[in-house]
Nanobody, 128 residues
Framework: VQLVESGGGSVQAGGSPTLSCTAS????????MGWFRQAPGKKRVGVAT???????NYADSVKGRFTISKDYDKRTLYLQMNALTPEDTAMYYC????????????????????????WGQGTQVTVS
């Protein structure tokens, strides 16, 4: 399983970049996928997740500003980010996994980083 993120960089406050994560090595349409972020000195936290049926879950801090989506044909996960602030500065990671708990308790567990075995290398987003 390989996940490769792209789309990060330096952005001005208020900007609207889109992150992409291309998946390979597995059938991505059966997996729950998500975006996580980690700021220096802080824990990795969930930002947005999407299950195999297209249900989405967002952290309160990004609700209404970020949108997660995926293209099954391209095996690509996206994160459209709007109205960025310096508090959004972090390394953003793509993650994927396939667990029974996602089907049973998606809204409860999907933003938890410990539920994911497969991770990309991350892409830095710096907002100034």
């Amino acid at each position: 399983v390989q996940l490769v993120e792209s789309g990060g960089g330096s952005v001005q406050a208020g900007g609207s970049p889109t992150l992409s994560c291309t998946a390979s090595g597995y059938t991505s349409d059966r997996y729950c996928m998500g975006w996580f972020r980690q700021a220096p000195g802080k824990k990795r936290v969930g930002v947005a997740t999407i299950d195999k049926d297209g249900h989405t879950n967002y952290a309160d801090s990004v609700k209404g500003r970020f949108t997660i989506s995926k293209d099954y044909d391209k095996r690509t996960l996206y994160l459209q980010m709007n109205a960025l602030t310096p508090e959004d500065t972090a390394m953003y990671y793509c993650a994927a996994d396939r667990r029974k708990s996602f089907a049973q308790s998606f809204y409860t567990v999907s933003l938890g980083a410990t539920f994911y075995r497969y991770w990309g290398q991350g892409t830095q987003v710096t907002v100034s």
